[in-house]
């Protein structure tokens, strides 16, 4: 699989293939010189980035935060070296590196954040570089899908967290990490904290994938398996995990976050686990342990007990060691044999006994054998589980009864089967991977003994720290691999032994759950489908509906909306005010005459179908307009009306001739909706001029051009002051706005490809420029 | 008078909403003039009537002596004619182009920048009517050449 594309000659990847790998161990180094010091007293540290919003880059370092920065780091360096290898003579390997590496900052950045705001600018840094890295082989189609399928999920979970990020900082009146979680008795007395919680919780779910948003972490093992390994087992995956704990102070310990997050992680845990048995491409399996893990963790985060916050913290680390190095793994053997299917592979150890030492290893601590740390965190779990009050021991613990025991099962598919007995036919013969492949795993796989084997060193300097941060009290944390004997150790045992018998049926198991499957009805993913499609149609259908292409029905719309927005400002507004006060007396019969000309002018225009009477009645209304305006002493607009007036009528008339005839009227009908928003349109418009006309007359700005029009510009028409001295660049921009009319028009009327350019098509040109010279 | 003007303003509104809601754009025009008109007589009528008296400056004075019309309006009309006159000018070469180029003057099938994914209507009889069509949603638009051919208008004007 990895195999297929043309090579590039990179030693290592070359020099993006080095900085990918020295950036990450040079982080690593650092933070692990912190690691003595943070585990005695976290610190804040930060820069302001915008203050007026209280948005800092602060950095809040504590045990939780060092112990996240580490993994990522840590599992980074294993993963950059490996890929180095993996992919370093892919041709677009550069830009894997500059996509890994942008992960990496992000999800250093989301972990180290002591902002709420720069957490999901962070927190969406990832989910991008997520959606890239899963696209990386974007000549798929599946590719593809799973990519966008992962950013669509995982993004509106971020969206929906912002939304609770927000309420949560007004709530408290900061988004400072270090003030909101101080502040969690009022918060969780809050009437809004409901609200918050679940806003949270649709965040850190599509992050961690619990069920129902499960889905898809699956389909984005179509990344390249070092992606796989890091972003979707060790790291990003756990991002909303590391909410969920970082909020726990301030949002956890109530029954709706126990009920919740013990529900819905014990759901995800065990259907995960049943899911991975049905799976045959080991990958696959891994992927569906991963959601095992994950729900697991949010399943210790609610339950909220100081153990149950402990055996969190040490399955997260005993997880992402495990994990990562089983995927290292697999991605070797994929790379050496060309198969990951486990009905194929068998007999490796022979082949290949460095990476079936490794694969032993991480799958020992999986399935929770003593002396791996695996088996301390099983053993704390069940301790914690059995802690809880009530209802929830039982749940707590029967769940994860169940998923051990079939982590158990899961580790002899993925590290016990491929490796015993003959040598199978695969693709390719199978051979030792290279150093730069089995270092990362080996070395994972070693933590995994060491930590079983030295416990204080887990407790003192990672777990400890951690569930201090997460816990929000300093208890002592103490690890050890023999507790005695009691109820833990005697779970443990029927565990194994339960594991042991499930594994020996494990094929027959597969095909009944096979079987189940394809006759269920429950398909997240097809369902993630119809979603989308009906997404689709909703967004089409409200196009057609709201953006029809129809000049006629945009123009409804804005002219309804206007008339309706206005007439309600009006009534509600009062500005229908004291009546109307008629005098009919003084009005001279010349005036009666101007305005029933008007009148009648605009509406034949309106009814009649022939265009020279509505163009010839259209200049009956601009010229009664323009004896208005002389009446009413305004000559120079007067003048201008005129002007225009014929030069309109000139115009449209000569255009018409090359226009086609207007319908009769009875084509097109008369429209009674229409008619019904202009008739509102018409009388609120009279209504809105009577109710101005009552206002009282505020003649400031008149007075001053009147008094200031001589002594300051040295005119005596005061219109004509304004207009050039005054308001001149008005002016100004009016002479813009028809010079690019006048373009505007011209190119319409010259540039038209097809249209030939007679001597009448000029004539609509010279409007324009004539329109220009009237006004200069 | 005032309130008569502002009843003629009513009328003229109306009757250029009702032309600006019709499909054929040569009305939408009429609806623009008369709409352009009335816009000018509400800033008219806003600054009030007054009938006579002309916003001059006497010979030797320094203010109008006595009441003049309110100058400020008679500035703003002035300036929305000729913008108005800018922008009748340009629609009307844009519906002549329009004509020109679509063989329509009916907005409904001026659908080239958003065609009906659906034929949801029988479009124009003349191919040139509804250009933007795709030709394998209507089978009476087989002959592919309409979107090319701009004649159309031509033969009819």
Known sequence: ???????????????????????????????????????????????????????????????????????????????????????????????????????????????????????FVFWEVTTIASYLLIGFNADSAKSRRSALQALLVTGTGGLILLAGMIVLGTVAGSFELVEILSQGEMLRDHPWYLAILLLFLAGAFTKSAQVPFHFWLPNAMAAPTPVSAYLHSATMVKAGVFLLARMNPALGGTEAWFWMLTLFGGVTAVFASVMSLRQTDIKQVLAYTTLMALGTLTMFIGAGTHYAIMAAMLFLVVHSLYKAALFLMIGIVDHATGTRETGVLGGLAKAMPLTGLAAALAAVSMAGIPPMVGFIGKEFMYKAGLGLGGFGAIWVTVMIFAASVMMFVVAGIVAWKPFRGE???????????????????????????????????????????????VFGEVREVHLYLWGGINMALVL???????????????????????????????????????????????????????????????????????????????????????????????????????????????????????????????????????????????????????????????LVALVMLRLPHLPVRSASGFRAGHAAIAAAFGILSTLVMIAVLQTPFDRRLTDFFEIASWPEAHGRNIVNVILVDFRATDTFGEIVVVVIAAVGAYALLRGAPGARPTPEDEEPAQVAAADKGEKV | MELLLALTIGVLMASSVYLMLDRNVIRFLFGLILLSNAANLVIFLSGRLTAGAPPLIDEGAYAPTGVVANALPQALVLTAIVIGFGLLAFTLALVYRTYRSLGTVNSDEMRLAEPVSAPRTTPHPDPTAAPGTPPASDPTLDKTDATTTPTGGEARA
């Open chain 1, 1 to 119: 699989m990895a195999d297929d594309y043309p090579k590039v000659d990179r030693v290592m990847g070359g020099a993006s293939g080095w900085f990918s790998i020295a950036l990450p161990a040079v982080l690593f180094l650092y933070f692990l010189g912190l690691v003595p010091q943070i585990a005695e007293t976290p610190q804040v540290r930060g820069i302001e980035w915008v203050p007026s919003l209280g948005i800092g880059l602060s950095v809040l370092l504590d045990g939780l935060s060092l112990t996240f920065a580490l993994l990522i780091t840590g599992i980074g360096t294993a993963v950059t070296l490996y890929s180095a290898r993996y992919l370093g003579q892919h041709p677009d390997y550069p830009r894997f590196v500059a996509y890994l590496m942008l992960f990496m900052v992000g999800m250093l950045g989301l972990v180290l954040a002591g902002n709420l705001i720069s957490l």
């Open chain 1, 423 to 469: 040598l199978r036919q695969t693709p390719h013969a199978a051979h030792e991977g290279p150093w730069p492949m089995l270092a990362g795993p080996l070395v994972l796989g070693a933590l995994s003994l060491i930590f079983g084997l030295f416990p204080g060193i887990l407790a003192h300097y990672f777990v400890g720290p951690a569930t201090h941060a």
């Open chain 1, 492 to 650: 443990s045992l029927l565990t194994f032994l339960a594991g042991w018998l499930m594994y020996r049926r494990h094929e027959a198991i597969r095909d009944r759950l096979t079987r189940i499957e394809e006759g269920s009805r429950v398909n997240f993913d097809a369902g993630w489908d119809r979603v989308l499609d009906g997404l689709k149609a909703l967004a089409a259908w409200q196009t057609r509906l709201i953006q029809t292409g129809n000049l006629q029905t945009y123009m409804a719309v804005i002219f309804a909306s206007f008339t309706i927005l206005v007439g309600a400002t009006f009534l509600l507004r009062g500005g229908m005010g004291s009546g109307i006060n008629y005098q009919a007396d003084g009005i001279h019969p010349i005036q009666w005459t101007v305005l029933a000309l008007i009148a009648m002018g605009a509406i034949l225009a309106t009814i009649t179908s022939s265009r020279m009477t509505a163009v010839a009645a259209l200049g009956v209304v601009g010229i009664g307009v323009a004896l208005i305006f002389i009446m009413f002493s305004a000559p120079d607009v007067a003048i201008t009306q005129l002007l225009v007036e014929v030069l309109v009528v000139v």
